[in-house]
C-alpha cells in the first residue's frame, strides 16, 4: 500500500508538476515550525526535516552548521518532535537523520515517535542496503516509508534493488561527495536520474548541490524533481525568517512551474 509521501508525490507528478522538497534543520531557531508553514504554503511538496547531529558525515559546512546551532540551542529528537506535534504543515513531512540516533533509539521507537510527531517519510543516509531490513520492517510497521539513496557509482543490479525497497520516493544523488552549495549541476546528475528513471516509477528526486531555481530546472529535466538543502539554510543561518524562506521556495516553484 502506498503511503502519504508517496502517493502525495506521485498525485502531484501525475498533474503535470515537477516535485520540489526544500529542507530544514529542525530547531534551528524558535519559529523553524513557522519557517515550515511558510515553506508549504509557498509550494513545497513535501518537506526534509533533518534531525541535528553532532557529525553529519553527509553534510557539508552549511548544514553542519545549522546542526551545530540547533544542538547550541538545545534541540534533541525529543523536542524536535515535541515541537512538530500537532501541527499540520499541509505537505508530508521526511526525517532526515544518522543511524546512530536511530539505533540509540532503537528501530521501532524511533519509527513509532516519528510516526506520533506527524513525519510520515525517513531518509537515513549512512545507513547501507545490508543493513537496513531492520529499520525497513520497523518503519513499514509504523507507517513511515523509508526514503533510500542512489549514487552516480551504485551499480545497475544494485541500484535496481534500492529502487524496489526504497518508499516514498527514490533521492538520487546527483554528485559525490558532501551537501554544499554549488556553481553548476553536475553532469553526473542527469545520469543518475536517468538510470533510476529507468528501473522504478516511483518518484525520483536529485538532490546534493541544487541552489539556484536554474540549477532545480535542469537537475529536474530528467527526474521528476529536486530536494534543496544549503542554499536554503545558508539564507536562515543569515538570520532569514519565514518570509524569506517562503520567497526562496516560491523562486524555485515558479522556475519549475515555468
Same mark, same amino acid.
Given at each position: 500500500?502506498?503511503?502519504?509521501?508517496?502517493?502525495?508525490?506521485?498525485?502531484?507528478?501525475?498533474?503535470?508538476?515537477?516535485?520540489?522538497?526544500?529542507?530544514?534543520?529542525?530547531?534551528?531557531?524558535?519559529?523553524?515550525?513557522?519557517?515550515?508553514?511558510?515553506?508549504?504554503?509557498?509550494?513545497?511538496?513535501?518537506?526534509?526535516?533533518?534531525?541535528?547531529?553532532?557529525?553529519?558525515?553527509?553534510?557539508?559546512?552549511?548544514?553542519? #552548521? =545549522? /546542526? $551545530?546551532?540547533?544542538? *547550541?540551542?538545545? %534541540?534533541?529528537? &525529543?523536542?524536535?518532535?515535541?515541537? !512538530?506535534? @500537532?501541527?499540520?504543515?499541509?505537505?508530508?513531512?521526511?526525517?532526515?537523520?544518522?543511524?546512530?540516533?536511530?539505533?540509540?533509539?532503537?528501530?521501532?521507537?524511533?519509527?513509532?515517535?516519528?510516526?506520533a510527531a506527524g513525519i510520515c517519510g525517513a531518509i537515513i543516509p549512512d545507513l547501507p542496503l545490508e543493513e537496513s531490513?531492520?529499520?525497513e520492517a520497523a518503519s513499514a510497521a509504523a507507517g513511515v516509508e523509508a526514503v533510500l539513496l542512489v549514487a552516480p557509482?551504485?551499480?545497475?543490479?544494485?541500484?535496481?534493488?534500492?529502487?524496489?525497497?526504497?518508499?516514498?520516493?527514490?533521492?538520487?544523488?546527483?554528485?559525490?561527495?558532501?551537501?554544499?552549495?554549488?556553481?553548476?549541476? #553536475? =553532469? /553526473? $546528475?542527469?545520469?543518475? *536520474?536517468?538510470? %533510476?528513471?529507468? &528501473?522504478?516509477?516511483?518518484?525520483? !528526486?536529485? @538532490?546534493?548541490?541544487?541552489?539556484?531555481?536554474?540549477?532545480?530546472?535542469?537537475?529536474?529535466?530528467?527526474?521528476?524533481?529536486?530536494?534543496?538543502?544549503?542554499?536554503?539554510?545558508?539564507?536562515?543561518?543569515?538570520?532569514?525568517?519565514?518570509?524569506?524562506?517562503?520567497?526562496?521556495?516560491?523562486?524555485?516553484?515558479?522556475?519549475?512551474?515555468?
Amino acid at each position: 500500500m502506498t503511503g502519504y509521501l508517496e502517493s502525495t508525490l506521485r498525485k502531484n507528478r501525475e498533474g503535470g508538476r515537477k516535485l520540489l522538497v526544500p529542507y530544514i534543520t529542525g530547531g534551528l531557531s524558535a519559529d523553524w515550525c513557522e519557517v515550515l508553514r511558510a515553506m508549504a504554503d509557498a509550494g513545497a511538496d513535501a518537506i526534509e526535516v533533518g534531525i541535528p547531529f553532532s557529525d553529519p558525515v553527509m553534510d557539508g559546512p552549511t548544514i553542519q #552548521a =545549522a /546542526s $551545530a546551532r540547533a544542538l *547550541a540551542r538545545g %534541540t534533541t529528537p &525529543v523536542s524536535l518532535f515535541e515541537d !512538530l506535534t @500537532g501541527i499540520d504543515a499541509g505537505v508530508p513531512l521526511v526525517a532526515m537523520t544518522y543511524d546512530n540516533i536511530v539505533h540509540k533509539a532503537g528501530d521501532a521507537r524511533f519509527a513509532g515517535e516519528l510516526a506520533a510527531a506527524g513525519i510520515c517519510g525517513a531518509i537515513i543516509p549512512d545507513l547501507p542496503l545490508e543493513e537496513s531490513a531492520s529499520w525497513e520492517a520497523a518503519s513499514a510497521a509504523a507507517g513511515v516509508e523509508a526514503v533510500l539513496l542512489v549514487a552516480p557509482v551504485t551499480p545497475d543490479e544494485r541500484l535496481a534493488r534500492i529502487c524496489e525497497r526504497s518508499r516514498g520516493f527514490v533521492y538520487a544523488v546527483s554528485r559525490m561527495g558532501i551537501t554544499g552549495e554549488r556553481v553548476d549541476v #553536475a =553532469a /553526473s $546528475a542527469g545520469v543518475i *536520474a536517468k538510470r %533510476t528513471k529507468a &528501473v522504478t516509477d516511483k518518484p525520483v !528526486l536529485v @538532490g546534493f548541490g541544487i541552489s539556484t531555481p536554474e540549477q532545480a530546472v535542469e537537475a529536474a529535466a530528467d527526474a521528476d524533481g529536486v530536494v534543496v538543502a544549503s542554499a536554503l539554510m545558508r539564507i536562515l543561518l543569515d538570520g532569514g525568517g519565514p518570509e524569506e524562506a517562503a520567497a526562496f521556495v516560491s523562486s524555485f516553484r515558479s522556475a519549475l512551474d515555468a
